[in-house]
């Protein structure tokens, strides 16, 4: 555990500012750069073993993709999150998106910059999944494009571009079994001829199915993006095919 936090923060240690020594969990007070206090840190489950190699869930078993990835089409190339979601991580990422804590966004980007320089992920532009204009201006911002952000600033890159547009209203996907969050991310995105030739970093919170990445993924190919790699914060673990099967 040591060695982790060791590795994370050689090279970007940077400034933490006042708000950042509350736990970005549940707000007690921090005494290190972790984000998490001593109690919650033990509540979090980093996904450091065995992943899919295309859509980097853990794996429990001795295959090498998830039973989704195994039959599905993915627009994506390859998509890592350091953690899986559930615990403590959940609520960071959940008082970051609804509870109006958005310094979170600082903390936990520092997470993504590490796996990007763990995973060698090369990339020419970073971007993020967006939202409606109306549903970023009823939360004052968009959570995904703060992480961006604070991914450029830590790696001392160029800003994210905003190179995706969301341009219907949808449904919350997590109310959603598999069939109707492919319907209900129809048509929702669109991208610049801005992606033409690059090799595209696509920056979210969380990856449950993976639908929203690769709708996005798919918009950015469609307008000659090279390439599309996606990190977010957190992943879903892998599922049975039977739980698969449930959503249909």
């Not at 994506?76 to 959940?94: K, N, T």
């Not at 995904?144 to 830590?154: N, R, V």
Request: glycine share 6%.
């Amino acid at each position: 555990m040591k060695g982790f936090f060791k590795k994370l923060y050689e090279g970007f240690q940077e400034a933490v500012a006042p708000a950042e020594f509350r736990c970005v969990s549940c707000g007690a007070d921090v005494f290190d750069q972790t984000g998490f206090c001593t109690r919650c840190l033990k509540k979090v489950k980093f996904n450091n073993g065995k992943t899919c190699l295309l859509c980097g869930v853990a794996l429990h078993g001795a295959e090498n993709y998830c039973g989704r990835c195994a039959f599905e089409k993915n627009y994506f190339d390859r998509c890592y999150s350091p953690f899986c979601y559930e615990g403590a991580v959940q609520q960071a990422i959940l008082q970051m998106k609804f509870g109006g804590i958005a310094t979170n966004a600082k903390v936990l980007a520092r997470y993504l910059a590490y796996c990007a320089v763990k995973n060698n992920v090369g990339f020419d532009v970073v971007t993020f999944v967006p939202m409606t204009a109306a549903a970023q201006k009823s939360r004052g911002y968009n959570q995904a494009q703060l992480l961006a952000e604070s991914f450029c600033d830590i790696l001392e890159k160029a800003p994210p571009v905003a190179l995706l547009a969301k341009i219907k209203e949808t449904q919350r996907q997590e109310t959603l079994n598999k069939k109707q969050r492919e319907e209900n991310l129809v048509g929702a995105f669109a991208a610049s001829a801005e992606a033409k030739g690059k090799n595209v970093l696509l920056i979210d919170d969380i990856k449950t199915t993976g639908s929203t990445l690769n709708r996005c993924a798919q918009a950015l190919k469609r307008k000659g993006a090279r390439s599309v790699v996606c990190i977010t914060v957190a992943s879903r673990e892998e599922r049975t095919v039977w739980e698969i099967e449930e959503d249909v």
